[in-house]
């Protein structure tokens, strides 16, 4: 007599075939449509701004991005258009994102981006200043924001470990100019062991975020404060797949009227 599964093997069988062991890697989401990618972000986002025409004719530089990220872009970016906005981008790689902010963000925009390898000074001067260090020296970066006159725009595109992205904010978030937001992007990598994440690691970004958002109810509680380089100075924190944008501003103390 055959003995049969039991209702737990069962339904670890299922989970197992539900979710499997192997944790995704990137490739895994590589975009392998019919449509074309214009199409595919109008029809799953329906997205169809001047950003998107930006991206998909992107030419003689690679630009590597997921597809929901160029809506959340337009959504946060497009106020500082036509403007002298003062971006930083943290993560040069193949040049392409440079070439990509400046199209879209227009002539006037001060565009600085910063990478660890040497290699990409050769893109110095082309869409934007380039210069090289790591985005895990403080005063370094320090020193790029004060070369630009100041930040309004961070966007972190850089290595994506979590002990770095963690870092970096923490480090220049006080650095932006009031009204300007941070944002962090590929953040699918907290979960990954590769970049140092992982799905009950403390270390995964958005535990730190958790954290953050707890220091940002400071007044309402008395248990330590862990990042108050980043909530002393945040008004608000928006979370998308893979991507957070926090906003910079002047913090007050909450009060409250009753009015009648």
């Known amino acids: 007599m055959v003995e049969k599964p039991t209702i737990s093997a069962r339904f670890k069988a299922a989970k197992r075939k539900i979710f499997p062991r192997r944790e995704p890697k990137i490739g895994d989401f590589e975009f392998q449509?019919?449509?074309?990618?214009?199409?595919?972000?109008?029809?799953?986002?329906?997205?169809?701004?001047?950003?998107?025409?930006?991206?998909?004719?992107?030419?003689?530089?690679?630009?590597?991005?997921?597809h929901h990220y160029i809506p959340i872009y337009d959504r946060y970016l497009s106020r500082f258009r036509g403007t002298k906005v003062r971006f930083l981008e943290i993560g040069v790689s193949k040049g392409g994102s440079l070439q990509?902010?400046?199209?879209?963000?227009?002539?006037?925009?001060?565009?600085?981006?910063?990478?660890?390898?040497?290699?990409?000074?050769?893109?110095d001067g082309q869409a934007g200043q380039v210069r090289i260090g790591s985005q895990t020296d403080a005063d370094f970066l320090i020193s790029v924001i004060k070369e630009m006159g100041g930040v309004d725009v961070i966007l972190d595109d850089g290595s994506h470990h979590m002990k770095h992205v963690s870092k970096t904010l923490n480090d220049v978030f006080s650095q932006l100019d009031d009204g300007g937001i941070y944002i962090i992007e590929d953040l699918h990598t907290a979960f990954m062991r590769k970049w140092g994440?992982?799905?009950?690691?403390?270390?995964?970004?958005?535990?730190?975020?958790?954290?953050?958002?707890?220091?940002?109810?400071?007044?309402?509680?008395?248990?330590?404060?862990?990042?108050?380089?980043?909530?002393?100075?945040?008004?608000?924190?928006?979370?998308?797949?893979?991507?957070?944008?926090?906003e910079k501003n002047k913090v007050f103390r909450p009060t409250f009227s009753q009015i009648s």
């Open 33 to 66: 449509g019919e449509k074309t990618v214009k199409e595919d972000i109008q029809e799953k986002y329906g997205f169809d701004g001047d950003l998107l025409d930006i991206f998909v004719n992107t030419r003689g530089v690679l630009v590597n991005k997921w």
């Open 197 to 246: 994440g992982g799905h009950g690691r403390k270390e995964n970004f958005f535990v730190v975020l958790l954290q953050i958002m707890k220091d940002m109810h400071g007044w309402y509680h008395y248990k330590k404060i862990e990042y108050g380089g980043v909530s002393g100075h945040c008004s608000g924190i928006h979370v998308h797949d893979s991507v957070v944008v926090l």
């Open 100 to 123: 990509m902010w400046r199209r879209y963000l227009g002539d006037d925009a001060v565009i600085f981006g910063v990478d660890i390898d040497p290699t990409c000074a050769r893109f």
